[in-house]
């Protein structure tokens, strides 16, 4: 494909205007609005009173010396979203490299790095699920690129143990990516035997269920109290004290207050949610309250919408294709994405989970994409304008929110123990 010198222009101004727009969002999450309090708490507990979930987290930091600990906590905390960028490179390389370079490719690779789960999501949000992110891109593209059977159940077979492994540092993992996980494999494999298909999906998804479902029966309840005493004491950046009130977010942002906790303080809050039941989970939720759950779960399904729209109308390759391929075969996806009703009833980051189904679909139906005849056709002026326009909208870091709203709010987000 030959571009246009005009077209060649107008995509190297997108290029050069989302990379300053992400070293801007980054420079302001590392030196503005510093979220670092909220993602380590995915990293204060571990085993050091027996097995409790989340507890593989705590286990990587305790490598380290203890002098060291909040270097290796960050480290630890950084390295799901190095991950995942790197993730999202090898998947703009496959955009762009398989098949025919056309103008239709050129939008999807751009497109990736603005989706509402891509590069803001990691800088703003870089918690332990990057991790199952990056896997489930990973198992997509060796789906994509490989035809026989045995690499396609061997990758199967080492999404599922990564995934299993995640579980201990999060329990939600499994759920969050068993959609992708299934919608891969029937659409990316899909000359491949029922047989093989079904092999391929019970090794993919059944380890991580198992690991989730022996969290929950063996996971200890008891042992907050203890988990806290161990955490150092250290003030560190909290944007969230500050955020009572628009005047001290102005002054927070401006740098002309500081905002800070205790890190042991703030952690030790976090960790005793980890003795809390299912029951005590289902109730923090209904407190929330309907406006706010509502509206953080129009928000998801407004991401959803304009994501699964995005990527059909920029290939050319109409969603309903995408649906077709799975047709006779949606029981599994349903059951996928009934599971992540668990996610909706004991946690309030409905808009969260949204982003993550948003990634199961979007990733597999990119990957389709590119291998499509359409993707082939010279975009018209019209959908070069509205590519141009629809950039614009998602290069706005929405994807990173969790919920709208809520009672502590946003003083002390609930969503760290999530």
Known sequence: MQLSTQHARTYALVVIGLVGWELACLYFVLFVYRTDIYSLSYYAANYNFGFVRRGLGGELVRIFPGGDYFTAAYAVMWLPAVAWLIALCLLILTILSKGI??????????????????LTYAMFSPRPELWGMSALAGLGMALTWTRKTRPRIAFSALYGVAIASLALVHEAIPLEFALGAVLAIIVLAKDATPAVRRICTALAVVPGIVTMLLLAWLGRRDVATQLCAQLPHRMVDDPYV???????????????????SDYHDFECKVI????????????????VGFVPLGASFILGVLMFAGSIWAIGYFSGVPVRHFLREAQGRLVLPALALASMALLFVTASDWTRWWVLITFDVAVVYLLYAIDRPQIEQAPSRRTLAAFIAVVVVLAIPTGHTSHVGGPGLPSAPPAAAR
């Open 101 to 118: 370079r056309s103008e239709r490719r050129i939008m999807l690779a751009l497109l990736v790095a603005i989706l509402p789960f891509s």
């Open 272 to 287: 005793s949610q980890l003795d809390r039941s299912v029951t005590d989970a289902i109730g923090s939720v209904t407190r």
């Open 242 to 260: 500050a955020l009572t009130s628009r005047q001290k977010t102005l002054d927070y942002l401006l740098g002309r207050v500081e905002s800070r």
